[in-house]
């Protein structure tokens, strides 16, 4: 069974709040892209609808992002019950409970040296280094996009397939083959108070298509913005229609 839910700009079809698991991607989606990861704003209302769609779902509220863990908890604290970091290479399945790593390759250094050389290269752009790869980000200037992504694509060839080269919105992502967000929703939705719900993941770039595939394999829901909403805020506006609230 399904509820349809509608506004003036589109029409939805998820499993009931009590039946479901929300499982949402961070940038882009719960928040509106922002110039840098810093300068993102965590709009009025927001946690305080987050809190409330969590009681009505009996806690099976997650957030799974390619940011590390500790930057999502530092945005929104403990409303989530459960966050995935880094595509899913880190897992904290409940509140205060320990972060579960995957055992991973470790990058070669060279490939850091040769990355940190080209970010100086292109004043603007910005080296944002993980635990398990690292990102190339390029926004302030688009140009470098492609010199960057040549640079990646070489490192890949290196690789013998151990490491895998994402797209992801003016950024090229290096990071382990094997896990992703798919990985991540598939890992939170063994345990309670995630099984045997219907998951509904939402996300808005190439990185979380991994996730919806994963939500509708098990049987729920992967929603995509603009595609199922034109942007961040129409999404916002639709989790307070879950819990009778208005952002």
Not at 22 to 38: K, M, N, Q, R, W
């Amino acid at each position: 069974m399904v509820r349809t839910f509608s506004s003036n700009e589109f029409r939805l079809q998820v499993p009931p709040v009590k039946e479901a698991a929300f499982l949402f991607d961070f940038d882009g989606t719960l928040v509106d892209i922002a110039p840098t990861p810093d300068s993102v704003v965590v709009p009025n209302g927001l946690l305080e609808t987050l809190r409330s769609l969590r009681a009505a779902c009996g806690d099976a509220l997650a957030v799974i992002s390619g940011r590390p863990i500790d930057q999502i908890d530092h945005f929104l604290g403990d409303v989530p019950f459960a966050v995935a970091g880094e595509h899913g290479v880190a897992v904290r399945h409940r509140p205060g409970g320990p972060i579960e790593r995957v055992a991973l390759p470790a990058i070669p250094q060279n490939w850091l040296v040769a990355a940190r050389k080209l970010v100086e290269a292109w004043p603007g752009s910005r080296l944002e280094h993980k635990q398990a790869g690292f990102v190339l980000h390029y926004r302030a200037v688009p140009e470098a996009g492609n010199v960057f992504r040549e640079a990646a694509e070489g490192w890949m060839r290196e690789a013998n397939g151990a490491f895998h080269l994402q797209a992801a919105k003016m950024a090229w992502e290096i990071r382990p083959a094997g896990v992703d967000k798919g990985y991540a929703v598939s890992s939170l939705m063994e345990a309670a108070p995630f099984a045997g719900r219907k998951p509904v993941f939402v996300g808005d770039d190439v990185t979380d298509e991994d996730g919806i595939a994963a939500a509708k394999r098990l049987g729920g829901a992967g929603l995509r913005i603009p595609t199922d909403f034109p942007t961040p805020a129409a999404f916002r506006d639709w989790l307070g229609t879950l819990v009778g609230k208005e952002l």
